[in-house]
């Protein structure tokens, strides 16, 4: 990247002229097309820098006269050429990682000449996406850039740049989802994982199953029917966000009780910390024939309305509780050597089932390092625990998510959200929660994904994720617990966790940055918090030590 320092203006009528008419693939279902990717692109670029922009007085010395004057002699960008080189694969609106170039580069002229070009759809819009970053709402109501020359050339290191959202153990409105992909394509996050049902609540409607989010759900209405998913993942779908349901089985099942009581072991019982991670305890059996059907019903009617939008499909299998089949009365053991074949076998229908519908399987890492099943190649595992995980899960062949809750998880450090009686509460005090203390915006930063992994085995490493769980958030301070700390991460999986020479990137020059795009987020009606006060901002690195 250079910068320069002249000033230029965006005309409003600013038109975005785009060569790839001729160019789109085959693949056209409903908006999910490489044209609609492009307009939605245009669209957004159009609204975030006239209506969703920023005056940066915060970026300056109090009182200081920082926008450039309008007269006469402005220089004004009055179009931005898009120039498309390659042909759209038929699944560029849900590629497995790496079957998008998501690469551009941005050429900014003195003359106000503007040149975006990418090898696909995808990389269109990420250019655009920085363009509307390089600029600022004037006083007067115009925007302006003071960066001419701009000359950007730009790739992602990981393939998979993503946020798991759990939107089980407590419901989300479709509007709250959009929101959060909107800022996930702002800061070029290219995945949005849906932990969509869980112990707690199953608000997936499933027409062959109805009961299952009438009864599952905690009231009537907070559900989400084929339609407003169809909505949720469409959306997702022409902003470059793939976005990926999650079913987590056989543990964290617990909520199908309610509905079919039959398929489920240890359900609600009193000491449920000895069957479960969480309240309500339950599983699904393990040896039944009713849950192999159950499931049958379940994947032939959610997974071809998952295909459209999506290559993966995650099965969950994390915290699966030994204790819970000695209440399983398909098997009434906790005993690994019995119960390890038959988690293999079912597993291997899952699988079965997700790859006969087209579709590439996910699972927590347990599956593969805890109950030591043989996966197909092709499974990702999605690792959590530790760093030591993904060294495990790459050593062993299979493709690697990161995210280590140590790191990478949002949720933390707000304190317990369990209650104690008085006769233990004070062997638990001061009552931190398991992952504490909250994971600031330094420490995401500073986390290597790359971490322990030999050489030889990083390219297996995909990708990864942050994550949100939602026992203690909700749509009132989602946005406040993602943002903007997530934006550590995503450039942390855009651009690496070292820089050039080896070395952790600097939190001097990232924090002002990662201040200027909470302003960003804000416009865009995000509730970010701050990073600094604006003293801070507005005096260089004095807030420094």
């Known amino acids: 990247m250079s910068l320069g320092e002249r000033a230029l203006f965006l005309d409003p009528k600013v038109r975005f002229i785009y060569n790839g008419a001729a160019q789109y693939g085959s693949y056209d279902h409903q908006n999910a097309s490489s044209q609609n990717i492009i307009s939605t692109a245009i669209k957004t670029t159009t609204q975030t820098l006239f209506e969703q922009n920023f005056i940066p007085w915060k970026f300056h010395p109090r009182h200081s006269d920082f926008e450039p004057a309008i007269n006469a002699s402005c220089t004004y960008i009055k179009s931005v050429r898009l120039e498309q080189s390659g042909i759209d694969s038929a699944n560029v609106a849900k590629p497995l990682a790496g079957e998008v170039d998501e690469s ?91 932990h969509i049902t869980d112990a707690q609540s199953w608000p997936l409607e499933i027409p062959a199953l109805p009961m299952l989010a009438e009864k599952g759900s905690y009231r009537e209405g907070l559900t989400y029917s084929p339609p407003a998913m169809a909505y949720i993942q469409d959306y997702g779908a022409s902003r470059g966000v793939e976005v990926i349901l999650e079913i987590d089985m056989p543990g964290h099942t617990s909520s199908i009780a309610y509905s079919y009581p039959e398929l489920i072991a240890a359900f609600n019982e009193k000491d449920w910390s000895t069957y479960a991670a969480e309240p309500p305890s339950g599983t699904l059996k393990l040896n039944s024939s009713a849950v192999t059907e159950f499931l049958d019903t379940l994947f032939d009617d959610l997974l071809p309305r998952v295909l459209p939008y999506s290559s993966y499909f995650h099965t969950g299998g994390d915290e699966v509780n030994l204790n819970a089949y000695n209440l399983d009365e398909t098997v009434r053991s906790n ?51 530790s760093d030591e995980a993904v060294a495990q899960t790459v050593g062993k062949g299979h493709k690697a998510l990161v995210g280590n809750y140590n790191y990478w998880y949002l949720d933390c450090g707000h304190g317990q959200w369990l209650d104690f009686y008085p006769d233990v509460s004070q062997s638990f ?97 995000i509730g970010a918090e701050p990073i600094q006060m604006p003293f801070c901002t507005q005096n260089g690195t004095q807030c420094a030590l």
């Not at 302006?144 to 989300?172: C, E």
């Not at 030591?372 to 959590?384: A, E, P, R």
């Not at 997530?486 to 952790?504: F, P, R």
Request: aromatic share 10%; with cysteine.
């Open 104 to 194: 551009y580069s941005l050429s900014m002229k003195t003359n106000g000449q503007v040149t975006i070009t990418a090898a696909s759809s995808v990389g269109i819009a990420h250019g655009l996406t920085t363009f509307t970053q390089l600029f600022y709402k004037h006083s007067s109501g115009s925007a302006y850039t003071p960066y001419a020359p701009v000359s950007i050339t730009d790739a992602p290191k990981f393939q998979h740049r993503g946020l798991n959202m759990d939107v089980s153990r407590v419901w989300y409105a479709p509007a709250d989802i959009t929101r959060m992909i909107d800022a996930l394509a702002y800061n070029k996050f290219n995945r949005l994982h849906l």
């Open 335 to 385: 005993d690994t050597a019995i119960l390890q074949p038959l988690m293999q076998a079912f597993v291997d229908r899952a699988h079965a089932k997700v790859r006969a519908a087209g579709l590439t399987p996910i699972a927590w890492e347990e599956m593969l390092l805890t109950w030591n099943l043989t996966l197909g190649s092709d499974v990702v595992i999605q690792t959590w625990q």
């Open 429 to 525: 005090y001061p009552y931190y929660d398991y992952c504490a203390p909250l994971h600031n915006w330094r420490m995401m930063y500073a986390y290597n994904p790359l971490e322990g992994v030999p050489a030889n085995l990083t390219h297996l490493v995909l990708g990864g994720e942050v994550h949100i769980w939602s026992e203690q958030t909700d749509p009132v301070n989602v946005d406040r617990q993602v943002w903007p700390r997530a934006c550590a991460a995503a450039e942390v999986l855009w651009s690496g966790a070292k820089d050039d020479q080896g070395q952790n990137r600097s939190q001097i020059t990232a924090s002002p940055r990662l201040s200027e795009m909470r302003e960003r987020l804000v416009a865009k009606g």
